[in-house]
């Protein structure tokens, strides 16, 4: 049963559980709102953060019970793999860096190639891996119902790694893209392909872009070295695109197709913590036009949805920031 | 929602009333009232996504279908005089019906539930799924109706007692002064009903006004349709409202056993064949000749008379159908038996009462043996914007 108190009608009778893969820093912040809503489970491969997250999970209602910290390293396949741990910590990934001093990488590689302290000095570092498959079946929980990656490169690896189970997760929330710092990286167009082919649509893009320093430092930027202007915040200048975070929301139709209420309700409740407020608005009448529920328990949705922007909007009139905008 | 098996529409080209009277099953007449009803059906189901234009809907789609029908019936039937004018005048209270039915669609489709406190849910709840819900006013709410119709009850009982009226206009008050009002209001706008109400019909719902009626014995008004023998005094007045849009109470004022009128409600509705549905409600309101429309005594409706019989069965098949069919069902049918085995009588106490939606349950009252009673019909409109 739900414990939700801004979800009571939506999560009465179903479950919704949120992993987060990479959650050294805590949730990301569009997800704290929600922080009592939902059980949760929490990937990092680093003991040290993790003994911290155990300490913020246990101060919450439901304590360590409702919010699990798993100490693990996943990848697709499970078994040993190489982590290769860089120099700065987030760029640590089970892909080995793109080191060839090469026209591409001199072209798109910029500080990395002439200063590389992000990369070097360079790790190697045999670890086992499991798959989210093997922590699904460690958690006895029904699955992964909104999922966050972010791996430095492996993250459709890892989500793909839910096997048939990825059937039952209403949203991800992956970073990707074609920035090529990584060997064998998937890229933007493969990610949406296999998403797409496993019932996902995008439904929203935060973009990253990577501005070029002017000859290898961090400061000057072009922007405002060459071209006087502010930067991100001049809108007649922009630089190219270097990843997103994407977030692929389960077609609501396929599951109406297949009468699946229960990832309906969970569809609609994803899409509140990612403000899509209005789309799940919708889909309580989809649901209703299918027979899946009656009419008051629509409005009761609505009455979950409309709750839910009313308490992000709080949140935001009192100076809490979005993980979209800059904190 | 699809018709409960068990409770089919009256077929009246069987019934014994209608012998000798053609009925017109005209293919084409018949694939355009086809085409009404599930484009009717379409559009309620479409109201339900939040983001659906009933409105648009209605206007685009249903013009082009109930225009040719209308023609047609029009067309197909000048040998009968009246014909024309009544086609006319369905036609018109058909389209009033559907306009004031789909309003409430298209309310619901967006409506945000409203909490207040479980039991306004569980009267929300047995609204939405058996169309009724039982309540009892409190001692000191009952008290204040008393107080507030006591002349009125003065002015009723005389009615009857003195001057010999049973008829049901005669014995009823429905104006009220700006005082009685505002006390009536006060009760039957109660909080938790308003509430519940308000939830199930997807607006803001409040008290609109009642009527104060006595209910006496040897009346005709509720029987004898056909002037025969074949109906079902149990069956007979059973009824749907016109009005989608306004939710009803009834509440007594006195007790209320089987014998001396009790309101009693079936669990199910019509409302899964939708034509038939609103053209029934449409067909209690209008007859065969102008002037006669709004008649309420069972032997004024439509099929009362061979003209209205035989212009009602030139309808297609789909529209054959009327709001208060309970007096054309015939006594030891199995329409009667299933009836009398799924239907809610409501007895009780001063204060005891019904809410529900009238025009999806079907339901009759104030059919009395023996004694008299006192009851309240509260009527629920939706708040002005």
């Known amino acids: 049963m739900s414990i939700s108190g801004i979800f009571p009608a939506l999560l009465a009778t179903t479950d919704f559980v949120a992993l987060d893969v990479g959650a050294s820093h805590w949730l990301p912040n569009h997800w704290r709102p929600y922080q009592n809503e939902f059980a949760y489970v929490l990937i990092e491969p680093d003991e040290a953060a993790c003994v911290e997250l155990k300490k913020q999970a246990a101060a919450l209602p439901g304590g360590l019970e409702r919010i699990r910290v798993v100490t693990a390293a996943l990848s697709g396949t499970g078994g040993r793999r190489t982590l290769y741990r860089t120099n700065t910590p987030t760029g640590s990934s089970l892909l080995p860096p793109r080191m060839a001093e090469d026209d591409i990488a001199i072209f798109y590689r910029y500080p990395r190639i002439d200063n590389p302290s992000y990369f070097l000095p360079l790790q190697e570092i045999t670890l086992d891996t499991v798959t989210l498959a093997d922590i699904l079946a460690s958690q006895e929980v029904s699955g992964f119902h909104m999922i966050k990656l972010d791996t430095q490169g492996t993250e459709l690896e890892i989500a793909l790694g839910l096997g048939d189970a990825l059937d039952d997760t209403v949203l991800i929330q992956i970073e990707t893209g074609d920035h090529e710092l990584y060997e064998s990286k998937i890229g933007l167009a493969e990610t949406f392909a296999a998403l797409n082919g496993r019932g996902f649509r995008l439904y929203d893009i935060k973009l990253d872009r990577d501005e070029h320093p002017l000859r290898g430092s961090a400061d000057p930027l072009y922007s405002r070295h060459l071209f006087s202007s502010g930067g991100q915040g001049d809108p007649a200048y922009i630089s190219r695109l270097h990843e997103v975070d994407a977030v692929f929301i389960r077609d609501p139709v396929l599951a109406v197709k297949k009468g699946d209420a229960d990832a309906l309700r969970r569809i609609m409740t994803a899409m509140c913590v990612y403000r899509l407020f209005g789309d799940a608005y919708q889909i309580t009448g989809l649901g209703e036009m299918a027979g899946l529920w009656d009419t008051l328990s629509s409005a009761r949705y609505r009455r979950d949805i409309r709750r839910a922007h009313q308490i992000l909007r709080w949140h935001l009139d009192s100076g809490y920031r979005l993980y979209w905008e800059n904190t | ?385």
């Not at chain 2, 306004?246 to 056993?257: E, T």
């Open chain 2, 1 to 385: 929602m699809n018709a409960v098996p068990g409770l089919t529409r009256v077929r009246y080209e069987d019934h014994p009333a209608f012998a000798g009277v053609p009925f017109d099953d005209d293919p084409e007449t018949a694939a355009l009232a086809s085409a009404l009803g599930a484009t009717l059906e379409q559009i309620r189901t479409r109201a339900k996504l939040p983001s659906t234009d009933v409105v648009h809907l209605l206007n685009s789609r249903i013009p082009p279908i109930i225009d040719p029908l209308f023609a047609r019936l029009t067309e197909r039937n000048g040998d009968l005089y009246y014909a024309a004018d009544f086609f006319q005048r369905l036609k018109a209270k058909l389209i009033e019906l559907i306009i004031q039915d789909y309003e409430v669609y298209a309310d619901r489709g967006t409506h945000v539930y409203a909490d207040h406190s479980e039991t306004a849910d569980s009267i929300a709840e047995s609204l939405q799924k058996q169309g009724f819900w039982f309540g009892l006013l409190t001692p000191e709410a009952v008290q204040l109706l008393n107080d507030t119709v006591a002349e009125a009850k003065k002015t009723l009982w005389s009615r009857y007692e003195n001057e010999k009226h049973i008829d049901r206009e005669a014995l009823t008050v429905n104006r009220w002064g700006g005082a009685e009002y505002s006390a009536l209001a006060a009760v039957f706008n109660n909080e938790i009903v308003l509430n519940a109400l308000s939830n199930y019909m997807g607006g803001s719902y409040v008290f609109m006004g009642c009527a104060f009626e006595l209910s006496v014995p040897h009346t005709r008004w509720w029987t004898r349709r056909y002037g025969r023998d074949d109906e079902s005094p149990l069956s007979a007045y059973y009824h749907n409202d016109e009005s989608l849009r306004h939710p009803k109470m009834i509440c007594y004022l006195c007790d209320v056993g089987e014998t001396n009128g009790p309101t009693s409600l079936l669990p199910v509705g019509f409302e899964g064949e939708i034509l038939g549905w609103i053209a029934g409600r449409a067909l209690d309101h209008v007859r065969e000749a102008r002037g006669r429309d709004d008649v309420c005594s069972m032997d004024g409706a439509l099929v009362a008379t061979e003209p209205g019989r035989r212009v009602f069965a030139r309808l297609p098949k789909a529209m054959r159908s009327l709001g208060h069919f309970g007096n054309d069902i015939l006594a030891g049918s199995s329409q009667e038996a299933f009836i009398l085995a799924n239907r809610a009588v409501m007895t009780g106490g001063p204060g005891q009462f019904v809410l529900f939606d009238g025009a999806r349950v079907p339901h009759r009252g104030g059919i009395v043996d023996q004694g008299h009673r006192w009851a309240f019909q509260v009527i629920y409109e939706r708040k002005p914007a």
